[in-house]
């Protein structure tokens, strides 16, 4: 049986998506996935990026990783998203990418992969279940198969209890949510190896 294809599609302005996908890729590829870490294309203005130290430093950090394309959305057999919460929806550049993906899914690319979700927010209350539906949905709108964490570790309750998909307050990423997201990771590799037995 041929490895689940997974690609791991990040937006992070911070840091905190991108630890969280590089925790994904680990567990993935330590599932027996072949994996794509790919990152979603900035697209705020130049000037605002270099106008804020962090932000420029965390842009230049992803450097060496490259942008997501509709190649590695018609490539993978799963797809594990993750991005930071903006007014409860993911970011602009994060939908910005997802608006590009009408011809995939006009052309029925996008049905019956697997997807899952990750974010994070300034706090726990702070648009991070409406990030995660707003995707969810998003996903089901392609007709792709949802693989959410639900309740199905011990580790889901012990990183905060969202069943939804595993969610961080920002650069609050600990070993418990490592281990929530090693665990869904871990879940879309099965469930996506099921599905393509």
Known sequence: MAAPKIAIIFYSTYGTNHAIALEAQRAAEAAGAEVRLRRIAE?????????????????????????????????????????????????????????????????????????????????????????????????MHWGAILVTPGYTSPVIFESGGNPYGYSAVAGQFDDKGKASVAHQAKRLVEVTAKLNA
């Open 43 to 139: 697209t705020a203005p130049k000037e605002v990026v270099e106008g804020q130290d962090a932000w420029k430093a965390q842009l230049e950090k992803m450097s060496d990783i490259p942008e997501v394309s509709l190649d590695d959305m018609t490539w993978a057999d799963g797809y594990f998203f993750s991005s930071p919460t903006r007014y409860g929806s993911v970011t602009s550049q994060m939908r910005a990418f997802i608006d590009t993906l009408g011809p995939l899914w006009m052309e029925g690319k996008l049905v019956d992969k697997t997807a899952t979700a990750a974010t994070s927010a300034q706090n726990p209350h702070g648009g991070q279940e409406t990030t995660l539906m707003g995707l969810n949905t998003t996903f």
